[in-house]
């Protein structure tokens, strides 16, 4: 669906481009430009809204690519991890040394995950996985699956090769979305997508070329 154009002067986008690019809170940001911290608010939703539609539209995985899942969410007391109370479930794939995938999901059951596997990874893929049971049936589809372990140092295949790349990016997004100090779960998907286009695109430098060329400023 084709999105309005922003009434904003365009000097004015582009400095909100900047800091969104350098990562600025929209309300410091809006303090340092001069400008309503509503309108910072959305326009930062704005360009969300277009990493998500570009993102999504990437082509699928092929080669070897790690799978996981993963729970977003301050710090609770209680069960951690899969079932772990007010935590947002997510789900990544990552091509070894290449790009990520990442999606908020509503569980981490089979029916969830391996639709998102079929549409997003290319059949005859090595589709590295942990143990959880609902990647059980891609033993006998059309991927190639291996079990991996969880160490220390992150992944590790059965032959002892670490596989970290899933795992850094689930650090560095998390990381990221920290400083937000709590995000509304009905938001929450734009800014995984954001850490998604952080970590696969580049310098900041190439990342705004990428935003202002999309946004035709």
């Known amino acids: 669906m084709p999105r309005r154009r922003s009434r904003l002067p365009a000097d004015i986008q582009r400095r909100l481009v900047e800091h969104f690019v350098a990562g600025t809170p929209a309300r410091i940001a809006a303090d340092l430009i001069g400008v309503h911290r509503n309108t910072a608010v959305l326009y930062f939703h704005k360009l969300r809204e277009v990493l998500a539609d570009k993102l999504d539209a990437s082509p699928a995985f092929d080669g070897e690519i790690e799978a996981d899942e993963s729970y977003f969410g301050g710090h609770r007391k209680g069960k951690r991890g899969r079932g772990a109370a007010g935590k947002v479930p997510v789900f990544g794939l990552l091509k070894r040394k290449g790009r990520v995938y990442a999606v908020m999901i509503p569980d981490v059951s089979r029916h969830t995950l391996l639709p998102i596997i079929a549409d997003k990874v290319v059949p005859d893929a090595v589709v590295y996985t942990d143990a959880l049971a609902s990647y059980d049936t891609l033993d006998v589809s059309g991927f190639r699956h291996e079990r991996i372990r969880k160490a220390e140092e992150g992944f590790v295949n059965a032959r002892g090769t670490p596989i970290n790349g899933i ?25 995984l997508k954001e850490c998604e286009w952080r970590f696969n695109d580049g310098t900041p430098r190439e990342r705004l070329a990428q935003m202002t060329a999309w946004l035709n400023l």
């Open 167 to 191: 795992e850094n990016f689930w650090s560095q997004a998390k990381r990221h979305l920290r400083k937000y100090n709590g995000i509304p779960r009905q938001h929450f998907a734009l800014f």
